[in-house]
């Protein structure tokens, strides 16, 4: 009767473990002296058929610290390639082991991947240890991502180890378990291209196929898988640009089929609106600026096309158009998705030829004024329209054409405004509050910074009085923001 009682509610499968051994490799977490549970996502548990007050005991800190494993998982760490920065090489899980495939209670199907949890095949050199900070910070935001609604990784728990990592300075280790819809990525299919035969091609394709879009039929497959990719990470780019999140490394390793945003090293969301916005301190020349990442999500998805360019036809030059034809398709799926997004944003029901001109105006008279992206749409749903910015005459006059527009729909001024409340959100992660947030953690082993953080980020779409406080921007002492990979 204990052993039930004592049953986390692990219930894996390992269908990853059934592609060609090529993939991945057998490994095993590297245990740690002396783990110690930091948080743990006990409604994330819930969801997935775990009991979140076993998961707190020591049965369940050992297995989020790789010091022991769950009954059935097979622990392996993946192969892949990618671009990074434009240029293409080898990499592979170099600090994470996939420890398998949770199945729900109704079904669902769910990677569970230790990230911190030591060397691989992979590694590269590295350590492949984590540090404290960021794994709290990829919980932090992953956890806002979701609550905003946008598709992402989550973050189930995160244990210190009791080691130290040496970056450039000494820092407290941690492991982070992370949980996705899966980890094929299009440099999954880069490494397959590079590397495999057409028969290994032709096997992730199919297991992709079947683990994300079972709907597909047998007519046209592999194209139908291209355009399902297409058209998921039209909708994903766009809802980061909607929100001003800033991915800050866009590498084909980082472009998750699923359509899931995943790896949260160096993102942050934008304060002042300018596209040209970059926070990663090794992006120099802005490639992964958050003006660009729609096209990047183009050159992106170029990459993976070329990788199934066997299997979409015969002939070479018949592929390839088929492949150009998906991109397009990309491109127009993204203008419809951020222009639908833009004029929910502005509480617009119904469709006008000059929508997308209103909203440039106002990107641009932003941008002028380096007015707050996510105050500024606050402001318009609460309307609040105070300061510099609203009392400007640029603004009065775009204000009365958005006036306008508004009194040509049918739908009331009541339902706009809560179009708008469901669409803006009161509360981003400001970089500068999660910064808090993980000092006090790291620093002084003081939590409650992050929790009410938490707290806060779980309802953005509220507009309530406890949230004023979080939407403040940054005071001018913590710009020029930075964000760093690799932690």
């Keep these: 009767m204990s052993k039930v009682k004592d049953n986390p509610g692990w219930n894996f499968d390992n269908s990853y473990a059934n592609l060609p051994e090529k993939f991945f490799s057998r490994q095993k977490p590297e245990p740690v002296p002396s783990p110690r549970l930091v948080v743990l996502n006990e409604s994330l548990a819930k969801e997935l058929g775990l009991k979140p007050k076993v998961l707190r005991g020591s049965e369940g800190v050992a297995v989020f610290a790789g010091n022991k494993l769950p009954p059935g998982a097979l622990p392996l760490a993946q192969a892949y390639a990618g671009h990074q920065f434009g240029h293409f090489t080898m990499l592979g899980d170099g600090r994470a082991v996939l420890l398998g495939e949770q199945i729900t209670p109704p079904g669902e199907r769910f990677d569970i991947q230790l990230k911190g949890s030591g060397k691989t095949l992979y590694s590269r050199g590295g350590d492949g240890r984590a540090a404290l900070g960021p794994m709290l910070r990829e919980y932090i935001i992953s956890e806002a991502m979701y609550a905003l609604g946008i598709p992402t990784t ?163 030059d018949r592929a390839i158009k088929l492949a150009e034809d998906a991109i397009a398709d990309y491109n127009a799926l993204f203008d419809y998705n951020w222009l639908q997004g833009m004029r929910a944003k502005l509480g617009l029901f119904n469709e006008e030829a000059e929508d997308e001109a209103l909203v440039d105006e106002l990107l641009k008279l932003m941008q002028q004024q380096a007015a707050d992206f996510t105050n500024t749409f606050r402001a318009l749903t609460i309307e609040e329209l105070e300061g510099p910015f609203f009392a400007s005459e640029e603004f009065s006059q775009w204000h009365e054409k958005w006036q306008a527009r508004l009194g040509r729909q049918q739908e009331s001024r009541s339902l706009s405004l ?44 509220a507009h309530s009085p406890e949230q004023v406080a979080f939407t403040e921007p940054p005071p001018p002492s913590a710009e020029p923001y930075q964000t760093f990979c690799g932690t």
């Excluded at 040496?166 to 407290?172: C, D, I, N, Q």
């Excluded at 001003?244 to 945003?261: K, P």
């Design 154 to 316: 989550r973050s189930l728990a995160v244990v210190a180890t009791g080691e130290e990592v040496y970056r450039e300075s000494v820092l407290p280790g941690a492991i982070l378990t992370r949980v996705a819809a899966s980890h094929i990525r299009v440099g999954t299919f880069e490494y397959a291209s590079q590397w495999g035969s057409e028969d290994d091609l032709r096997a992730l394709a199919e297991y992709t196929i079947e683990r994300h879009f079972p709907h597909i039929g047998r007519e046209d497959r592999y194209l139908k898988l291209l355009l399902e990719v297409a058209k998921r990470q039209a909708a994903l780019i766009a809802s980061w640009q909607l929100v001003g999140f800033i991915h800050g490394v866009m590498n084909t390793d980082n472009l998750a089929l699923s359509g899931e945003t995943i790896d949260y090293g160096p993102c942050a969301f934008m304060n002042a609106y300018d596209p040209e916005t970059v926070f990663s301190s090794i992006d120099r020349h802005g490639r992964y600026a958050y003006g660009n990442q729609p096209q990047i999500g183009a050159w992106n998805l170029a990459r993976f096309a070329e990788t199934l360019l066997p299997l979409l036809a015969d002939e070479q």
């Design 418 to 461: 809560d179009l708008m409340r469901n669409t803006n959100p009161a509360v981003i992660p400001r970089n500068h509050r999660v910064e808090e947030a993980l000092a006090a953690a790291v620093d002084d082993g003081d939590l409650e910074v992050m929790e009410r953080v938490l707290l806060v980020l779980s309802d953005p779409f």
